[in-house]
């Protein structure tokens, strides 16, 4: 399995705190994604990114921002969570450009509940 | 703007029965994936198809390409119950690029019956 660990597995949270989901790979890959997976729309790319402090939007940016200040380590974060964005969070890695038509690889998922 | 559809969107069917997922595409792409998942779990790779004409096959499942159709198949042979999960297809939506970034279907939920 891919070296993929995503913290936490579990959350519940309130309306209008901020959140952040932490992804972290032991695989040293160059390109990391945050999905969101909801019922009826398969998986959504929220932001990916394709080196350290190089980020770019997916189909579902709105209302969420990322980082990744380290190779290892992709951050996504809800400024102020609103209950759409109950969800659950997945991420994934791939490797370089020249390992492009390799599949990406998927954490276990972060359960994302905003009451 | 890419999208991707499969069907059915919901699959019963009964062990040692044959069938086929669907998944069309609406613009050029040179990569799709499929993928599965099991309730509660994370998604594990099963295909990956690259070219015109490509044929994929692992135990019962075989995946094929169509670019020209923008139609992907998975075709499942002779079900066990073990197959039961959701299948996803998953295009690629850089099209000669290099990020990878994917436009999933919406998924088949398979459940195959004793």
């Known amino acids: 399995d891919a070296g993929i660990t995503q913290s936490p597995r579990h959350k519940v949270t309130e309306t209008g705190t901020p959140v952040t989901l932490r992804c972290h790979q032991t695989?040293?890959?160059?390109?990391m994604y945050w999905y969101r997976q909801d019922p009826g729309h398969g998986l959504r790319l929220i932001h990916y990114?394709?080196?350290?402090?190089?980020?770019d939007k997916g189909e579902v940016s709105d209302g969420y921002s990322v980082s990744r200040s380290k190779t290892e380590d992709f951050l996504l974060t809800l400024e102020s969570a609103t209950s759409s964005q109950t969800s659950v969070y997945f991420c994934?890695?791939?490797?370089?450009?020249?390992?492009?038509?390799?599949?990406?690889?998927f954490g276990d998922g972060t359960r994302l509940s905003i009451l | 703007e890419l999208k991707v559809e499969q069907n059915p969107l919901f699959l019963s069917m009964q062990e040692g029965k044959n069938y086929t997922i669907y998944c069309n595409y609406s613009t050029t792409s040179d990569r799709l994936y499929w993928y599965r998942q099991d309730p509660g779990k994370s998604l594990e790779s099963l295909f990956v198809?690259?070219?015109?004409?490509a044929v994929k096959q692992e135990g019962r499942l075989m995946a094929s390409l169509d670019t020209k159709a923008r139609l992907s198949t998975l075709h499942i042979t002779a079900a066990v119950h073990d197959l039961s999960a959701t299948y996803f297809c998953?295009?690629?939506?850089?099209?000669?690029?290099?990020?990878?970034?994917?436009?999933f279907g919406t998924g088949t939920l398979l459940a195959v019956q004793p």
């Open positions: 198809l690259l070219s015109n004409g």
């Open positions: 990114s394709y080196g350290v402090k190089d980020t």
């Open positions: 998953a295009v690629d939506m850089s099209y000669g690029g290099a990020t990878n970034k994917l436009i």
């Open positions: 695989e040293n890959h160059r390109y």
């Open positions: 994934a890695i791939s490797e370089s450009w020249r390992e492009r038509n390799q599949p990406q690889h």
